[in-house]
C-alpha cells in the first residue's frame, strides 16, 4: 500500500512537471541560452582554476602538469607588488562604494520629488545616455578632457589656476579621476532599481502622513527611505561581492606604467603577469582565485552582518 502511495505520488509530480513545462515551454526555451552561457563561461572553466596548484604547461595539459600545491600563492604573497596591488585594490574599491554607491539612491530620491513628468523623462534621459556609451569611447573621452590641453584641464588651470599638466599622468588625482568618471556614467542607471522600489511604495502612507501635518522632507525620511531599505541593502550586497574585481575594464583602458603606483589593481595585475609577461597561466590563476576567495569571503561576512543588524539578507 505504502508503495502504491508513493508511486502516485511520484506520478503526480511528474505529471505536474510535464503540464508545467507545456504551458511555459517558450519561457523555458528562452532559458536556455542563459544557462549556456553560465556553463559555458562560467561553470566549465572553474576546472582551469586546477592549474593555480599546478605548474602548468600547454604540451603536458592540465591533468599532465606538476603539483605544486601552494607555491603560486606563497609566490604572490612574497612578490613585491603584494602590498601594493592589494592596497590599491582596497582604496579604488572602497572610495568607488563610498561614493557611487549612495549617489542613485539620492539621485533617484530628489528625482522622485519632481512633479513635472516631462522635466523628469529629460533628466533621465540625460542621466542614462553615458551608461549605453562604449567603454573604450568612455576611457577616450576621458583621457582627451583631462590631457595637457584638454577641456576639463584648461578649465582648471583658467578657473583654479592650476599647472597645465596631464591629469592622468598624475598619480596622485587618477582615484579622483575614476571615480568622478563612473558617478557620470552610472548614477543616472543605477538609479532605475531605486525608482522601481519606490513606485512601488503604498501612496495611502503619504496621505496619512500629509493628514498628520508631514511636510515632503519628514514624508522622505519616515516613509520614502524606510521602505527601500531592503533594496538598498540587497544591492550594497551585491556591490561588495565584486569589492575586489571593482572596474578593472576601466583601469586597464587608463592607467599606464607611469600611475602604477595608484592606478595598479590585482586585476589588472592578473592581466598583464598572464597575458603581457611570459604568459604565466599558474601564476595569474592562483592570483585570479585568490582574488575570487576574498570576494566570497567579504560577501558572506556582510550577507552575515545585514542578516544580524537588519533581518535582511541575499540567503
Keep these: 500500500m505504502l508503495k502504491k502511495e508513493v508511486s502516485l505520488k511520484g506520478n503526480s509530480f511528474a505529471v505536474r512537471v510535464k503540464k508545467d513545462f507545456l504551458r511555459n515551454k517558450y519561457v523555458y526555451l528562452m532559458a536556455i541560452p542563459v544557462l549556456l552561457y553560465y556553463i559555458a563561461f562560467c561553470y566549465m572553466p572553474m576546472y582551469g582554476a586546477i592549474i593555480a596548484f599546478k605548474n602548468y604547461k600547454i604540451v603536458d595539459g592540465i591533468l599532465g602538469s606538476e603539483w605544486v600545491g601552494l607555491q603560486w600563492f606563497i609566490k604572490f604573497i612574497n612578490d613585491y607588488s603584494f602590498v601594493r596591488v592589494l592596497k590599491n585594490t582596497v582604496l579604488l574599491s572602497f572610495f568607488s562604494i563610498l561614493w557611487t554607491f549612495p549617489a542613485p539612491i539620492i539621485f533617484a530620491l ?3 520629488e519632481i512633479r513635472s513628468n516631462k522635466y523628469k523623462r529629460v533628466v533621465q534621459t540625460l542621466t542614462y545616455l553615458p551608461h549605453f556609451i562604449s567603454l573604450v569611447v568612455i576611457c577616450g573621452l576621458i583621457v582627451q578632457f583631462v590631457g595637457r590641453d584638454g577641456m576639463i584641464t584648461s578649465i582648471l588651470v583658467n578657473v583654479f ?5 596631464n591629469l592622468l599622468a598624475d598619480p596622485a588625482k587618477f582615484r579622483t579621476i575614476y571615480i ?3 558617478l557620470w556614467q552610472g548614477i543616472g542607471w543605477n538609479s532605475i532599481i531605486y525608482l522601481s522600489a519606490l513606485s512601488a511604495i503604498d501612496l495611502q502612507l503619504y496621505e496619512a502622513a500629509e493628514l498628520d501635518g508631514a511636510g515632503r522632507w519628514r514624508k522622505m ?4 527611505i524606510p521602505s527601500i531599505v531592503p533594496t538598498i541593502i540587497i544591492m550594497l550586497i551585491l556591490k561588495l561581492g565584486h569589492f575586489m574585481t571593482i572596474g578593472y575594464e576601466k583601469v586597464m583602458l587608463l592607467y599606464s ?8 589593481i590585482i ?3 592578473v592581466y598583464r603577469i598572464g597575458l603581457l609577461e611570459g604568459a604565466q597561466y599558474s ?10 576567495i576574498i570576494n566570497v569571503m567579504i560577501l558572506i561576512i ?6 544580524k543588524v537588519t533581518g535582511q539578507g541575499l540567503w
Design 267 to 269: 586585476s589588472t595585475y
Design 257 to 264: 606604467p607611469n600611475i602604477y603606483e595608484t592606478a595598479d
Design 161 to 165: 589656476g592650476m599647472e597645465r599638466t
Design 221 to 224: 525620511f519616515h516613509i520614502t
Design 283 to 292: 601564476y595569474s590563476t592562483a592570483i585570479g582565485l585568490f582574488n575570487s
Design 110 to 112: 530628489f528625482l522622485n
Design 302 to 307: 556582510a550577507n552575515k552582518i545585514s542578516n
Design 180 to 182: 568622478l568618471s563612473e
